[in-house]
């Protein structure tokens, strides 16, 4: 066979295999975009994994390199911190970024993979990602991941007590920072690393030095809530190094305080109130310490507040123990014991198990002493033999990156002579190219006849796919328009049962009788309002503000007569379903009703306020209120004979709420209620 004609069946073979697989390309897209929303709402962590899983696959179909990459990055994200799979799903963003030369992306991978090699305490690995990601971000002048590569380089060096080096990048990492228009941003994570650097090699003043930076530059930008932790972070190093003045100490937390207070944030003035405590207990002003102790319990925390408690409790243990008062230091010990047994935080538990045990045995409790004088020799014992593997561990590495650095300069010479045999391999398989082309042209066909037939398969699926969701769509729109006229002859039903009672009043000549039947007519026509509402929209809500005005005209019309009220009503965005809005809808006009009939004086400025407020995620409020005289207060709510009053408390009843009313300044009606969801979990 000629190379002619063999290039002439191969060039049909491969224009009828691409055809083929781009006619499938918008089915995969979409399925690709649809799995992107799934995953935008998506929170647990081994359904991401899932997720992102297949849409790798479907990147893949797409060959689109881009997303291939950022699913990649994703998944290396979702992954354990330091394990294989990350390690495994970055290398393979990398390899797709180099063969694509995405420069960008390249850059990014190199630091990832240096922060996954850095966990796993391969630094040689590391390093050599980190200084990857310098050069190529040299080479395109990307600041900011210069920035990004001298700070993770930094880290690194420390990890391997390379701390002159580690100073070094951050000092190059300032600079570049220093040049750029939002440079706080940029240089607060630095100085952060450094300052880590700095007290995590003893060097406690130097690291301070750096959070009095830090803390300067959120205070200049008003950011209080990191001011405050960060003040807070500075106590805890005062405290441990004693290398700072009380009245330092003193002033540094006071201002904690104060800048947590400007924006409420309750966790950082507890514990500033903690750390004052102990600072005050060091100065002997028992007194004050108590106060501040006292101040932070008083706290209301929320997720946090179980760490925080254990901290507190175990600072009134000193504080008690420090006054030889052994009762208190006992029940303040045993609180924060147990705190700290059930968070498994080792150090302090064998801290509150060894006061515990010495303040049993001031009591000549020997029991209990030996108990908790046990937990804590448990504790030493364990955490001595960690410590010890630990700094093995660390001599091992050490040991172990200087002899990779040699065996590096080893590989080097010898990549060399490797490179002349890769040449010599290159030239031989050049001489296999037509026997393998012969094969390709082979497996190219059955490829285009797989794919025709898939093709036809998968069209003929779509096809009556297609037809099955016309069938659903058109049920859902018959069931959608029955639905509407079912609500539509509901509210004609509601009206004509209105005009019966309407041509019933006319012949009723007691006035109370005509009250009643008219109070009847007005809750029709407020169950009549709801089903228009419903007819009129498609969403299967009813927009309460909108209903509450067209309530209140009408409500208006009937009893204002020569008063005049001004209405405020505040209900925007409300909606609410059917099981809902009927209940509301009458105690709504009940209210109104009321307030027209009782409350108003055609000589007075009345006025007539509505709202309805969402309270939280399971509660909303109803308040009508008016200037009116009010409801006399002999009055018992929950024996009360009216049936206005008696029905809108069955209807509070009805949605699970309470009902409650305050004469203060005219009635005020407050009725806090749940939906329907709500509702139906609580049942």
């Known amino acids: 066979m000629s190379i002619k004609p063999l290039k002439y069946y191969m060039l049909i073979a491969a224009f009828f295999a691409v055809f083929c697989v781009s006619a499938q390309q918008p089915n995969i897209q979409k399925k690709y975009d649809s799995l992107s929303a799934v995953l935008s709402k998506t929170q647990h962590k081994d359904s991401v994994i899932l997720l992102l899983k297949q849409q790798q696959e479907l990147a893949e179909a797409l060959h689109n390199t881009s997303e291939q990459i950022k699913v990649f990055t994703r998944l290396a994200a979702s992954s354990t911190r330091g394990s294989d799979a990350q390690a495994i799903y970055l290398k393979k963003a990398y390899a797709l970024a180099e063969a694509t030369k995405d ?67 951050l000092n190059s990492a300032k600079k570049i920072a220093l040049q750029l228009p939002e440079k706080e941003e940029q240089l607060i994570p630095i100085l952060k690393t450094q300052s880590f650097i700095y007290y995590s090699n003893g060097q406690y003043k130097e690291g301070l030095a750096i959070l009095d930076e830090v803390v300067a530059l959120y205070e200049n930008a008003e950011k209080y809530r990191s001011s405050s932790i960060w003040r807070n972070n500075k106590a805890m190093i005062h405290l441990s190094c004693a290398c700072v003045s009380i009245e330092e100490q003193k002033e540094n ?34 007194d004050s310490a108590y106060f501040y102790l006292e101040e932070a319990s008083k706290i209301q925390l929320g997720r946090r507040s179980k760490s925080f408690n254990g901290y507190l409790n175990q600072t009134k243990g000193d504080f008690w123990a420090t006054k030889n008062n052994a009762n208190q ?25 060894k006061a515990l045990a010495d303040f049993y045995q001031r009591k000549n409790n020997p029991k209990e002493a030996y108990k908790y004088l046990e937990i804590y020799t448990k504790i030493k014992d364990s955490a001595f033999s960690k410590q010890k593997v630990e700094e093995l561990k660390e001599i091992e590495l050490t040991y172990e990156f200087e002899k990779q650095q040699y065996k590096d300069s080893i590989q080097n010479a010898e990549a060399l002579a490797v490179l002349d045999l890769k040449q010599q391999n290159e030239l031989q398989e050049e001489r296999h190219v037509q026997q393998i082309l012969l094969g390709l042209f082979v497996v190219a066909l059955a490829l285009g006849g797989f794919a025709y037939y898939a093709y036809q398969r998968k069209k003929k699926t779509s096809k009556i796919l297609d037809e099955k969701n016309k069938i659903i769509e058109k049920a859902l729109q018959e069931k959608q328009l029955l639905l509407k006229e079912v609500h539509h002859r509901v509210k004609n039903n509601f009206q004509i049962v209105s005009s019966l009672l309407e041509l019933q009043t006319k012949g009723i000549e007691d006035e109370k009788a005509l009250d009643l039947a008219n109070e009847g007519k007005n809750r029709v026509k407020s169950m009549a309002l709801i089903h228009q509402k419903l007819y009129q929209n498609d969403t299967g809500l009813i927009d309460f503000d909108e209903y509450i005005n067209v309530l ?15 209405t405020n009503i505040n209900t925007e965005n409300m909606q609410f379903d059917i099981d809902t809005a009927i209940p509301l809808g009458l105690i709504v006009n009940e209210l109104i009703t009321n307030a027209y009939k009782y409350a108003f004086d055609a000589a007075a400025d009345n006025t007539l306020n509505i709202s309805i407020n969402k309270l939280n995620e399971d509660e909303y409020k109803l308040v009508v209120a008016d200037n009116g005289k009010g409801i006399d207060d002999a009055i018992d709510l929950a024996k009360v004979k009216s049936l206005g009053l008696r029905l809108v408390r069955r209807l509070t009843k009805q949605l699970q709420g309470q009902f409650t009313l305050d004469n203060t300044k005219g009635a005020t009606f407050e009725i806090i209620f749940k939906d329907t969801q709500k509702r139906a979990l609580l049942d």
């Open 329 to 353: 230091a006992i029940k303040y010990f045993t609180k924060a014991y147990d705190i700290w047994d059930e968070l498994n935080v080792l150090k302090d538990k064998q801290y509150t198990a």
């Open 253 to 286: 937390l006071y201002t904690s305080i104060k800048n947590a207070k400007k924006i409420n944030f309750n966790a950082g003035e507890a514990y500033a109130n903690v750390h004052l405590a102990r600072v005050l207990k060091s100065e002997n002003k028992m």
């Open 103 to 169: 420069t960008v992306a390249l850059i990014q991978t190199s630091i990832q993979l240096a922060r996954a090699y850095q966990v796993k305490n391969e630094y040689t690995q590391a390093l050599s990602h980190v200084n990857n990601s310098l050069k190529l971000s040299e080479e395109t002048a990307n600041k900011i991941t210069m920035i990004e590569g001298y700070s993770v380089r930094a880290n690194i060096n420390n990890n391997i007590s390379q701390k002159a080096e580690a100073i070094k990048d």
């Open 552 to 566: 209140v005209k009408e409500l208006s019309y009937m009893y204002a007569s020569d008063k005049k009220v001004a």
